[in-house]
């Protein structure tokens, strides 16, 4: 393996080293060297996220120095040269990509320079290419030994899946959130052929396409050949999330999404199907090392964070840690919306008998999806008598196509509307208290938070806004380009819709806010810029409604560091039982 692991070169560190408190993440990002003996992979152990190299079956965890940025995926080559890992410049969106050896040697930047972002990052099998895209409008291929970076192709709303090896053809995904599709381009005319509509292609060894399809109402695996495709992996009732193939095309990882959110893991060979007794409810990141031998993933549940195991047939933990013993488990829920579309949502709640004081929480996205993983404050708030709610609005992802695209333009009235529906069905059940129910959520969720508060003014005794949008007007003028240009297809074109998002945007109606609002972000989220946050906290102070603003210095759209995960936490907890319940019952 090139680039052998040198002790003298690396920090070297036990995995339990350091007593982890609940806002840890874990570690994820798992990549195994080309022969699966040693996984790289992202942790915050250390207090913020960095690139980890374990060999498997040991305790011992070598640290490798990235730099003071934090890192969000790490990529081992295929042959074993190098790793590829994702910065991000004060916790930012904008991503950059540097190249290090496993042993820490040779660190050199090689995409996202100056404002660019780069993303979509993969080595090419057997070959020392790199996949990367910069600002969904260029494609490169960067060779790791010549130090070259070649420019494939440029579009608008373009990212680079693969290469030939004969670089006759490109893989490529093409088009805006929700309406992506892949093709196979021919770099000598520059004709495109068209796949499928989906998110996730590769080549095999021998020229065929596999892709997640999402042409159908639930996504599946394809393979496609001469023209002709076959379907080899779907199913009635669940989704098909992502899937790995092995260099030689032999095995197929497929992760699905099945019961409103949890994993089920399949390896099918030509002869087999066999199915992964998974470790955590929650699975993601699914990779295969070069010779097919090892299975690397991310898996995470309640009071589980993130750890990284492999799979060689048997499971083999690489970093993982362990479970908080008296973590609630969350119980799904489906009930049918106001015009009688069915949503689901997870309940977290705690002992005795209801109603409660119950916090909805909505998810980012919005075409992301809750499901039942690690999630620190969802415990926390249990830990006080206070039930967590967090709803699968229409919008998103996991329940099939029409869902995640039922909440798009002018249809985001309805999405608003869910947001009271979970209320009321959770007041008709027994489990919340119709005075004291809370709403918060972060990003688009954070969005949602105010928009339901700004519809429903008496709904809510308190409210929590993260890094949500307030203004479409604002968030499409200051928002990284690519990220406006990808966000038209859900949200609306920012001049031929001006007047509905204007009528969607909370700032429209902030007048009707009268609940207490905390208002948090990064001053670096350049996603959703810090100007949606600071005409809330105007606003909200020209009115006289109680608000707090919690803004991080250091952070972008993420909070990376463990010590802003933890002010976050702590301020969120107390915010929160200050005005749902005082008194020493909860705070206590």
């Known amino acids: 393996m090139t680039g052998q692991l040198n002790r003298v070169d690396v920090t070297v560190l036990p995995v339990g080293w350091i007593s982890l408190p609940s806002e840890v993440a874990g570690s994820w990002s798992a990549t195994p060297s080309p022969d699966g003996r040693h996984v790289a992979y992202v942790s915050d152990r250390s207090g913020s996220p960095k690139v980890w190299v374990q060999p498997v079956g040991s305790e011992l965890t070598f640290l490798v120095d990235t730099g003071e940025h934090p890192v969000v995926s790490v990529h081992w080559s295929t042959g074993g040269g190098w790793l590829a890992c994702v910065l991000a410049p004060g916790g930012a969106p904008r991503t950059e990509v540097w190249l290090v050896r496993p042993d820490g040697s040779a660190l050199h930047q090689v995409a996202g320079f100056g404002a660019d972002s780069a993303d979509n990052v993969r080595w090419l099998p057997g070959r020392p290419l790199l996949a990367v895209t910069e600002n969904l409008e260029t494609t490169l291929l960067v060779d790791a030994e010549h130090g070259t970076r070649e420019t494939i192709t440029t579009a608008e709303l373009v990212a680079l899946f693969d290469v030939a090896p004969d670089r006759s053809r490109a893989l490529l995904r093409l088009g805006p959130r929700g309406g992506r599709h892949i093709a196979v381009r021919d770099l000598t005319t520059g004709v495109d052929e068209y796949v499928t509509s989906g998110e996730q292609a590769c080549f095999g060894p021998d020229g065929a396409v596999y892709a997640r399809s999402d042409a159908g109402e639930l996504p599946v695996l394809i393979r496609v050949a001469d023209g002709r495709a076959e379907v080899l992996a779907s199913s009635e009732t669940a989704e098909v999330e992502s899937f790995a193939l092995t260099a030689d095309g032999r095995s197929i990882a497929v992760l699905w999404n099945v019961r409103g959110g949890e994993s089920e ?110 999630g620190p404050l969802f415990q926390s708030l249990v830990d006080r008598g206070i039930a967590v709610f967090a709803p699968n609005v229409r919008g998103s992802s996991g329940f099939g196509r029409s869902f995640v695209n039922a909440d798009n333009g002018a249809l985001r009235y309805a999405a608003i509307g869910d947001v009271a529906a979970c209320v009321s069905y959770l007041v008709s059940t027994g489990v919340a208290d119709e005075a004291r129910v809370g709403c918060m959520g972060r990003s688009y969720g954070g969005y949602l938070t105010l928009a339901a508060l700004t519809t429903y003014p008496s709904m809510f005794a308190v409210g929590i806004d993260v890094c949500g949008m307030s203004n479409f007007a604002t968030f499409y003028e200051h928002t990284e380009p690519w990220i406006a240009a990808a966000a038209v297809s859900k949200y609306g074109d920012p001049v031929a819709d001006a007047e509905l998002l204007r009528d969607l945007s909370p700032i429209t109606r902030i007048d009707n806010l009268k609940t207490p609002l905390m208002v948090v972000h990064g001053e670096n989220d350049s996603n959703v810029p810090v100007i949606e946050a600071e005409q809330v906290v105007a606003a909200l102070a020209e009115r006289g409604v109680p608000h707090k603003y919690l803004l991080f210095p250091d952070e972008g759209h993420e909070l990376q560091h463990r010590t802003s995960r933890a002010e976050y936490l702590r301020e969120t907890v107390s915010w929160l039982t200050t005005h749902l319940a005082p008194g020493p019952a909860l705070l206590g």
């Open 265 to 374: 893991l399949t390896v099918l060979t030509p002869t087999s199907a066999t199915t992964v007794d998974l470790p955590g409810p929650v699975v993601s990141g699914v990779s295969w090392c070069h010779d097919g031998s090892t299975l690397t993933f991310t898996a995470e549940g309640p009071g589980q964070p993130h750890g990284v195991w492999t799979y060689d047939g048997d499971l083999h933990p690489v970093s993982v840690e362990e479970p908080a013993p008296n973590a609630v488990r969350p119980v799904l829920h489906r009930f049918p919306s106001h015009d009688g579309l069915e949503i689901s949502g997870w309940l977290f709640r705690p002992a005795g008998e209801g109603p409660h004081p119950t916090v909805l929480w909505l998810h980012g996205g919005p075409e992301a999806q809750e499901r039942p993983g690690h």
